[in-house]
T-cell receptor, first 114, second 113 residues
Framework: DTEVTQTPKHLVMGMTNKKSLKCEQH?????MYWYKQKAKKPPELMFV???????INESVPSRFSPECPNSSLLNLHLHALQPEDSALYLC?????????????FGPGTRLTVT | DQQVKQNSPSLSVQEGRISILNCDYT??????FLWYKKYPAEGPTFLIS?????DKNEDGRFTVFLNKSAKHLSLHIVPSQPGDSAVYFC????????????FGQGTTLQVKP
């Protein structure tokens, strides 16, 4: 099983809403990532969890709050977002967060902030 | 400052011919490079990678070449197939103690039947 799953596929939320994005992998990977991708741009790293601990935060605004409940699950909690936060949010996983193993991506959640 | 550059936004080739996608980087500390393919409405799919200690890696129709002195890598697809039509991203690993990848802007490949 080389699949990373993400829910929901699409999400529309208002600027005062609180919502969460979910990501799951069952490949035994010990590193998980959140990326943000705007149209016609490359993915931009937001957070890295290595062995369930936050190892990289790319100066992401606090309205994005990651959580790694266990090695298979990764959440991204959203609160008071801005319209410019509308984007495709991608989750990825790899065998380790400390060596450059290949990262496997999920299909993404298309987020629209109104 | 863009550390990983894909200077060709698009490339069109005929089915059966070779596709060559190029990528340049500026940071000599990059030690691992990867190519990803992305279809619309899907996440990127890993294709092939290469360590900085090698100059070539081959996997089926895909070959990646690395020229460290020129800080340049390329992806060769032979023979190209219509199903290869997608956006291709080059990515570089920032260091051996982090999982951080920096992606290029992407090249859209169109393979014509």
């Amino acid at each position: 099983d080389t699949e990373v799953t993400q829910t929901p596929k699409h999400l529309v939320m208002g600027m005062t809403n609180k919502k969460s994005l979910k990501c799951e992998q069952h490949m035994g990977h010990r590193a998980m990532y959140w990326y943000k991708q705007k149209a016609k741009k490359p993915p931009e790293l937001m957070f890295v969890y290595s062995y369930e601990k936050l190892s990289i935060n790319e100066s992401v605004p606090s309205r994005f709050s990651p959580e790694c409940p266990n090695s298979s699950l990764l959440n991204l909690h959203l609160h008071a977002l801005q319209p410019e936060d509308s984007a495709l949010y991608l989750c990825a996983s790899s065998r380790s967060g400390t060596v450059p193993y290949e990262q496997y991506f999920g299909p993404g959640t298309r987020l629209t902030v109104t | 400052d863009q550390q990983v550059k894909q200077n060709s936004p698009s490339l069109s080739v005929q089915e059966g011919r070779i596709s060559i996608l190029n990528c340049d980087y500026t940071n000599s500390m990059f030690d691992y490079f990867l190519w990803y393919k992305k279809y619309p409405a899907e996440g990127p799919t890993f294709l092939i990678s290469i360590s900085s200690i090698k100059d070539k890696n081959e996997d089926g129709r895909f070959t990646v070449f690395l020229n460290k002195s020129a800080k340049h890598l390329s992806l060769h697809i032979v023979p190209s197939q219509p199903g290869d039509s997608a956006v291709y991203f080059c990515a570089a690993s920032v260091g051996s103690n982090t999982g951080k990848l920096i992606f290029g802007q992407g090249t859209t490949l169109q393979v014509k039947p």
